[in-house]
């Protein structure tokens, strides 16, 4: 099962918008509403931001916010602030009854 | 405040073995599917197998099936990952995971534990 496909880095200004994209296939986002996404500061173990793709965990600031359409899923974060920065990494169920991830996105703030 | 703890890792040769324990708390454990995700050094998330709540359904990451095994305790509430045949490029950090539902996610995550495999 291969990784789903994120680019390696995105970047913006304080209160500024960014949007990271996740490609996958047919056999995983394509088919099912099971995309979530993770924040990973350095050193720290990954933080669930979206699941289900739009859905945001109690505590998780609505600055975060999560899309699909066809095989590909974007993590928009809005307003950003420094405390933003940080890798951000995508998953979604697969037709393998498995969870596969992506590769990772770093985010820098300007 | 789940929590999830995990123990185990280490250094060990290659062909080697090591069982990862994870004892987890704060929700109910016999309910829930956790599994294990593993990160190299500098890389991605790659989930690594993940077990149902009441241990009747596994499923492994081909990069380890057959040498990888999961198994859980629902009475002491713990993991486990017994890993044989190490190989160099199972060197990571291991984290214990809570899965949503089944796979369709990881709600909650420990803060790992390192496996080093080399000689």
């Known amino acids: 099962q291969s990784a789903l496909t994120q680019p390696p880095s995105a970047s913006g200004s304080p209160g500024q918008s960014v949007t990271i994209s996740c490609t996958g296939t047919?056999?995983?986002?394509?088919?099912?509403?099971?995309v979530s996404w993770y924040q990973q500061h350095p050193g720290k173990a990954p933080k669930l931001m979206i699941y289900?793709?739009?859905e945001r965990p109690s505590g998780v600031p609505d600055r975060f916010s999560g899309s699909k359409s066809g095989n590909t899923a974007s993590l928009t974060v809005s307003g950003l602030q420094a405390e933003d920065e940080a890798d951000y990494y995508c998953s979604s169920f697969a037709d393998s009854n498995t969870l596969i991830f992506g590769g990772g996105t770093k985010l820098t703030v300007l | 405040e789940v929590q999830l703890l995990e123990s185990g890792g280490g250094l060990v040769q290659p062909g080697g073995s090591l069982r990862l324990s994870c004892a987890a708390s704060g929700f109910t454990f016999r309910r829930n599917a956790v599994g294990w995700v593993r990160q190299a050094a500098g890389k991605g998330l790659e989930w690594v197998s993940g077990?149902?709540?009441?241990?009747?359904?596994?499923n492994y990451a081909d990069s380890v099936k057959g040498r990888f095994t999961i198994s859980r305790d629902n009475v002491k509430n713990t993991l486990y990952l017994q890993m044989n045949s190490l190989r160099v490029d199972d060197t990571a950090v291991y984290y214990c995971?809570?899965?949503?539902?089944?796979?369709?996610?990881?709600?909650?995550w420990g803060q790992g534990t390192t496996v080093t495999v080399s000689s």
């Open positions: 289900e793709v739009t």
């Open positions: 995971a809570k899965g949503l539902a089944w796979w369709y996610g990881v709600d909650a």
């Open positions: 077990i149902s709540g009441d241990g009747d359904n596994t």
């Open positions: 047919s056999s995983d986002i394509g088919s099912y509403n099971y």
